[in-house]
């Protein structure tokens, strides 16, 4: 295997668990390098995630987001939706504290998160703009900079 898969391993078990990682890149795995740093990941042929060379951290795709909704449980990495912007979240838009019922414990603002519905229905990926048990108690203002609906 090479270096930068085991880099980029490293990179999600670090944001997001060795389980998780290690469904995450379940199948053929090649890294796109820029100046001897990975910065896209493609498993099967379909883009995972962006390392951002800010922070070292990673930005997913929307096969990376399925992937980890698949590998993982609920509350684990999500936020929780109202069913009245569940379509505004699908196409785009922010979620908002008013429409953010909850969200997991352990988020901290800056984390890549997913918005998933209250039937846990993924649909979209962002970084959260607060903590997770933050969500709940705030009225105003925006909970999750939604990067991608699903």
């Known amino acids: 295997m090479s270096r930068y898969v085991e880099i980029v391993r490293g990179i999600l078990a670090y944001q997001f668990g060795r389980e998780a990682a290690d469904a995450?890149?379940?199948?053929?795995?090649?890294?796109?390098v820029r100046r001897g740093r990975p910065r896209e990941v493609f498993v099967d042929g379909k883009r995972l995630c962006t390392v951002r060379a800010s922070d070292g951290l990673v930005s997913l795709a929307p096969e990376g987001a399925r992937r980890l909704h698949a590998a993982t449980e609920p509350p684990e990495h999500r936020v929780v939706c109202a069913d009245e912007?569940?379509?505004a979240v699908r196409?785009?838009?922010d979620l908002f504290c008013e429409y953010a019922l909850r969200g997991w414990e352990e988020l901290r603002p800056g984390d890549e998160c997913l918005v998933v519905s209250e039937d846990d229905e993924l649909l979209a990926?962002?970084?959260?703009r607060l903590s997770g048990w933050e969500v709940?108690?705030?009225?105003?203002?925006?909970a999750?900079?939604?990067?991608r609906g699903l």
């Open 24 to 32: 995450m890149l379940d199948g053929e795995v090649k890294v796109r």
């Open 85 to 87: 912007w569940v379509e």
């Open 91 to 93: 196409r785009g838009r």
């Open 125 to 128: 990926v962002g970084k959260m």
């Open 136 to 142: 709940e108690y705030f009225e105003h203002g925006v």
């Open 144 to 147: 999750v900079r939604v990067r």
